[in-house]
């Protein structure tokens, strides 16, 4: 494939359910129980090798379920996603297993990749020492607190060298030192020209890093483009938005919400 990655019409439906005995009834009754909702609704996009892209948007417009199909952790409804070699995703709650060791843990990500057992005892001693958890390695990770499970998935997923690498919020649990050789890390995969993707709510970081954004808006595509055009198009958004008020905010949502029923319907899923 030419592309890093190539989106194309995902949708990405979630079933609300109002108490535990509707979600119950929906499973167990032929009749459909529960209100559809359009985590992601009709996206499409792509990535060239090599691009840094960001994710922006407000909480709850789809960047964590985008990343997640992406990096092949949660499917997609409809749609389709093409991955142009090996996806790692860095976030803080990302594949760790809880009662398991961080080592164990290491072992386990590392196998599932198709590492051999040679591969792995090299692989290992590095990735604990960039995640700086020392003794605590060998602790279950549900011991670990969020910068700690952060450290552990940074130093996994930057180790095992992927093509692709999804940064989710990865760096905003961290301390300050840590987020540092992170971001330098990432300048040196920038450097070999390998494609990432970054989801932050730091515009900051965001203009240090990506060269292109994505915004998205109540699981739709606002805009694409050149991080430069974007961004601050994105940034007045954001400061026009904390002012609104709540029957303003009302009104935004239902239209958003207009335009995803035209998109789904356009798509002939509703
Ligand atoms: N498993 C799930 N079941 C139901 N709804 C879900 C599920 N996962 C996510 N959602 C909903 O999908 C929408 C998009 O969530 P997502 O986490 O992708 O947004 P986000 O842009 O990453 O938000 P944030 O900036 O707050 O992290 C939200 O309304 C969320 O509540």
């Given amino acids: 494939m030419d592309k890093a990655i190539k989106v194309s019409h995902v949708t990405k439906k979630y079933k609300l359910y109002s108490s535990t005995s509707e979600r119950i009834l929906d499973l167990l009754t032929p009749k459909s129980y529960g209100e559809d ?17 960001g994710f922006v948007g407000v909480n709850g417009s789809g960047k964590s379920t985008l990343s997640n199909i992406i990096s092949g952790i949660v499917p997609e409804t409809t749609g389709e996603v093409e991955v142009d070699g090996q996806a790692a995703l860095i ?28 591969e792995i005892d090299l692989l290992e001693p590095k990735i604990i020492e960039f995640s700086e958890l020392g003794k605590f390695i060998d ?7 969020s910068g700690m499970k952060s450290r552990l998935g940074f130093a996994i997923s930057i180790n095992v060298d992927p093509d692709i690498l999804i940064i989710d919020e990865a760096l905003s649990v961290g301390d300050k030192a840590f987020a540092e050789k992170s971001l330098n890390k990432m300048k040196e995969f920038k ?9 932050s709510h730091s515009i900051g970081q965001m203009k240090q890093f990506c060269e292109k954004i994505l915004w998205l ?3 739709m595509v606002k805009d694409f483009g050149s991080a430069e055009d974007v961004l601050p198009r994105y940034e007045k958004f954001v400061e026009e938005f904390k002012k609104m008020s709540n029957s303003e905010k009302k009104k935004f949502r239902k239209d958003a919400l207009e335009k995803q029923k035209e998109s789904l319907s356009s798509l002939s899923l509703i």
């Fill in 191 to 199: 450097a070999q020209g390998k494609t990432m993707v970054f989801v």
């Fill in 91 to 118: 976030a803080v709650a990302s594949g760790l297993k809880n009662d398991l060791s961080g080592r164990d843990n290491i072992e386990l990500k590392c196998l599932m990749l198709g590492f051999t057992r040679k």
């Fill in 37 to 53: 909702f359009f985590a992601l609704a009709n996206v499409s996009f792509e990535a060239e090798k090599g691009d840094i892209i």
């Fill in 217 to 219: 808006d109540y699981g």
């Fill in 139 to 145: 602790q279950p990770v549900k011991s670990y607190s």
